[in-house]
């Protein structure tokens, strides 16, 4: 099974995904880890305008809307920086979602 060694968030964020795709537009996973600087023992960022707290989930629908999609399990707890995120795309009149599971999705997009 290609799922195993997945937490259960990357799980959710799969099934998201995959129904995503098939059934609402355009959607990717967002790599928003930096890259990993072996000498200094951390990640750094590419540059200024990188930004950490992106969601996990960034897509358009069918008709051009674009979506943020935070994934997290049912004891998952956003950090002050996907706070300050949202925060931001709300303040912009952007779609921001956070979701704990696939069936909460479809629900936010209207179905099941």
Known sequence: ???????????????????????VGFFWKNASVGIYDQAAGSYRKGNVFQINGVSDIIGLDQCGNVYFIEVKTNTGVQSLVQLAFEKQIKKHKGN???????EELKREFGGE
């Open 1 to 23: 099974d290609h799922r195993v060694g997945l937490s259960r968030e990357q799980e959710i964020e799969r099934e998201c995904l995959i129904w995503l795709n098939k059934e």
């Open 96 to 102: 921001y979602i956070l979701v704990r599971s696939l």
